[in-house]
């Protein structure tokens, strides 16, 4: 027995919602995933900029939240009826949704994660049962409620003789490290800090928004890293926090962005160093973080998301992991740009079946718990 599932997910880039179809079958060990189609479909460029004010920490009207909240559902709806259409029949959705805020849980207060885009509308537009809200049952439960994807890597992609990590690079960073199946040790797994997201920001601000990202890590390449500011961002809380641990935009979105242009304003530097500056920090982030955090540094690290394409960036975390293996999932077999899109799908499977979703070991939950909340397709019948 198969089922379609069709995963959406935008991230903290908030560049477009990706939405993966797929065919799944068995359930953990023996989870089998047919990726079907991929599109990506970009937020018109007004609800974009809102929903940047709203991460950014612009107040907001409960009405307003109302009216945004749908206005994302609606476009999400849409990417499903997209996929949908040349797909029928679609026997579930998957929906993460927008995140708008992020609280990591501290001491004893709980952590709180709001994402956009209500699975009830998402299921009455499309009449497809819509799973949605995953993360809230993990933080209720004293978890991150992040990263949520390392147990679906773990079905998929962990090796028996090989230590691998899966680094995602979207706006934020966050990494699955699958020690060899022989090792017979748990999975660990977290946020790194800044994917693309500073990065982003930088071109916005350097081009007046003609550029929203540095494509292919181009301008970055022709900069040179400035390593007395590196080093110091390196000193931010956040890197030497142990894991579990999460982030978003809280931490490392504008006003971030406008410290570290600052602090750049003391060294002469260009853009393009500057740029390659924020970019050595995403590397350097990452890899002071395996360094730090895993029992040893993996033979291979396969990188997604969006930022996977930033050549500049891969080869900075190359130069930066001398002995490891830098490659993308593509590589393995599993496409880098859809592969949070077909986790979210795979949870939600997980969750029709009444599976749990979360690794306590991972988010730091106090147990295993099925996450999203279910919205049924269609109308009622008894
Ligand atoms: N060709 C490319 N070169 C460099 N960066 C890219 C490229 N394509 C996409 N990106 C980056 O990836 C981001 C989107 O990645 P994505 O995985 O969707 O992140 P998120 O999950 O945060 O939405 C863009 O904002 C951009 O920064
Ligand atoms: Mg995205």
Known sequence: MSLRVIGLISGTSVDGIDAALVELSGSQADLQVNLLQGETYPYPAALRSQILDVCAGEPLSMSALAELDDAIAEVFAAAALNLQAKHAPVDLIGSHGQTAYHRPPQGATLGYSLQLGRGALIAHRTGITTISNFRAADLAVGGQG????????????????????????????????????????????????PGNALIDLAVSQFTSGAQTFDRNGAWAAQGMPCTALVNRWMEHPFFQQAPPKSTGRELFGVDYLHQCLQDASAYPL??????????????????????????????????????????YLQQRLQANLESTQ???????????????????????????????????EVTGANCPVLLGEIHQGGAYSA
Do not use: M
Request: aromatic letters at 8%.
């Open 326 to 360: 830098v490659c993308s999932t593509d590589d393995l077999g599993l496409n880098a740009d859809f592969k949070e899109a077909i986790a979210f799908a795979v949870l939600a499977y997980w969750r029709y079946q009444g599976l749990p979703g979360n690794l306590p």
């Open 146 to 193: 992040a990263p949520l994807v390392p147990p679906v890597d773990a079905c998929l992609l962990r090796h028996d003789q090989l230590d691998r990590c899966l680094q995602n690079l979207g706006g934020i960073g966050n990494v699955t490290y699958l020690p060899a199946q022989s090792r017979g040790e748990p999975i660990c797994g977290w946020d790194t800090g």
């Open 270 to 311: 260009s853009q393009a160093d500057i740029l390659a500056s924020l970019t050595e920090l995403t590397a350097a982030s990452i890899v002071e973080s395996y360094r730090r955090f895993l029992p040893r540094l993996p033979a291979q690290v396969a990188l997604c998301g969006g930022g996977s394409h930033n050549t």
